[in-house]
């Protein structure tokens, strides 16, 4: 049972909850707060917000919290961005000490799902390129508003930004800087970065470089690899078409809401920062329901595989458009780009939209039953929505809200902490963690075919 317990698999689990349980008792600390009562729900969904990079909070971030609550808020951003294990391994790593198995396959699981990696630098690169990242984003947002983002704000947001997480010192985020191009473009640039995943900004980063040297490479029939050209494109595609739909939702809007006109920039924000990131800059809950729909599918879809954001990634996203046109066409093989996808992956990308569709499901049931099933439907229009724009948006770790996190009840903001939790994980990973447990049975049941459809 031992060895059962200790799976690599396990490892960022523990390491996640502890985390949570460790940030939830600081934030307890009245230095945090001083002369305001938080309790443990608070504290707790707080912490597992900031370290499921998240967003969500049920207080007000820049005027509940001290100066050294707000720091501890930002350390565990820092830390859950780039995944517990990341710094632990550099830890073990800058201490000469040698990586064990486990940790090496726990944070290439995490990072860039290759076991072979060399992980002490390749951890150490990631650290470093992304402080780098996050100081630059501070250097420019405070050049750019010197008192809005003053040194500390500057350098939150920035972290925030990057992580992905979408937490602001301000109680209408980034309302403020709407019409701003220069705050937009910094904000969406550092979310873009952190959401793509840290081995496509590396492998980029690389031929930049190369060119830049003009430094020959080995010779290869493509520029890119596969998995970073379809990330990509992927990306860019889901950008541009998020913010057009939902610009296009709001023109046709008869009045608007205050807060919540929206133009072609806070639209591409928008696009932008409801994949992954949390950050607003006009009224969520004055957009219309087409607008929100738009959202839920962006949120659900995410960022890429081993980055900051959440979701399903847009990797899994695009194998199920390609297993849709596979099976439109009549093709034995699911086409993602120059590749053909392994069963197995396929597998996997199906397996994940079945887990996500029953988490979701079975959260928005017991959310609808916990923040309102007194309220007979008449009382209730509009509830719904509301509470499905905030299951997806906890589950994919956004943290994008129409107004309702604050009002949670106990049991409901208790479902939407394990929303993130799992939701930061990813589902197959904690599957995949609880079938370690599991023994494959020694025996095979005859088959049959079952009428389907």
Not at 33 to 39: A, F, R
Not at 122 to 130: E, I, L, N, Q, S
Not at 345 to 366: D, K, M
Not at 379 to 397: C, D, K, L, M, N
């Amino acid at each position: 049972m031992k060895s059962k317990a200790t799976s690599p698999f396990w490892v960022p689990i523990y390491a996640f909850f502890a985390t949570i349980m460790l940030g939830g008792l600081l934030l307890k600390l009245d230095i945090c707060h001083p002369g305001k009562e938080l309790s443990f729900i608070d504290a707790i969904f707080t912490a597992t917000s900031a370290v499921c990079v998240t967003g969500l909070a049920v207080l007000d971030t820049g005027t509940f919290f001290s100066r050294t609550g707000q720091s501890i808020i930002l350390a565990l951003i820092q830390l859950g961005g780039l995944g517990i294990m990341t710094y632990a391994s550099l830890v073990i790593y800058l201490l000469g000490k040698k990586v064990s198995a486990s940790d090496r396959i726990a944070v290439s699981q995490t990072l860039i799902h290759d076991p072979s990696f060399n992980i002490g630098k390749f951890v150490v690169g990631v650290v470093t390129a992304v402080l780098s990242i996050e100081g630059l984003g501070a250097l420019l947002l405070n050049r750019l508003d010197p008192v809005g983002f003053y040194w500390f704000s500057a350098v939150f947001h920035s972290i925030s930004a990057f992580c992905n997480a979408g937490f602001s010192l301000y109680s209408d985020s980034l309302t403020t800087w709407k019409n701003n191009l220069g705050v937009n473009a910094v904000f969406m640039t550092l979310i873009v970065m952190g959401g793509l995943g840290f081995y496509v900004m590396s492998e980029v980063w690389q031929k930049f470089i190369n060119l830049f040297r003009k430094r020959k490479t080995k010779m290869s029939a493509h520029f890119i690899s596969w998995h970073t050209r379809t990330v990509l494109e992927t990306s860019l595609f889901l950008i541009i078409a998020g913010g057009l739909a939902v610009f296009f939702a709001e023109s046709f809007k008869i009045h608007i809401v205050k807060g919540a006109e929206i133009n072609k920039i806070s639209a591409l924000f928008q696009s932008v920062s409801c994949r992954t990131a949390g950050f607003n800059t006009v009224n969520i809950s004055g957009l219309t329901n087409i607008s929100l729909l738009v959202m839920i599918g962006l949120m659900l879809i995410g960022g890429s595989p081993g980055s900051c954001a959440g979701g399903l990634k847009t990797t899994t996203f695009r194998t199920w458009i390609g297993f849709i046109i596979s099976k439109i066409k009549g093709h034995s093989q699911v086409r993602v780009g120059w590749y053909a996808l392994t069963k197995e992956s396929v597998n996997r990308a199906l397996t994940l939209l079945t887990l996500a569709s029953v988490i979701l499901g079975s959260a928005i049931i017991l959310l609808s039953i916990t923040e309102g099933s007194h309220l007979p439907h008449i009382e209730a229009r509009g509830h719904f929505i509301e509470i499905t724009f905030e299951a997806v948006s906890a589950f994919a770790t956004v943290g994008l809200s129409t107004g309702v996190t604050p009002d949670l009840s106990g049991p409901g903001k208790s479902i939407i902490i394990m929303l993130m939790f799992v939701g930061r994980l990813g589902p197959v990973w904690l599957l995949t963690a609880i079938n370690s447990w599991q023994k494959e049975p020694r025996y095979r049941l005859p088959e049959d075919d079952l009428p389907l459809g």
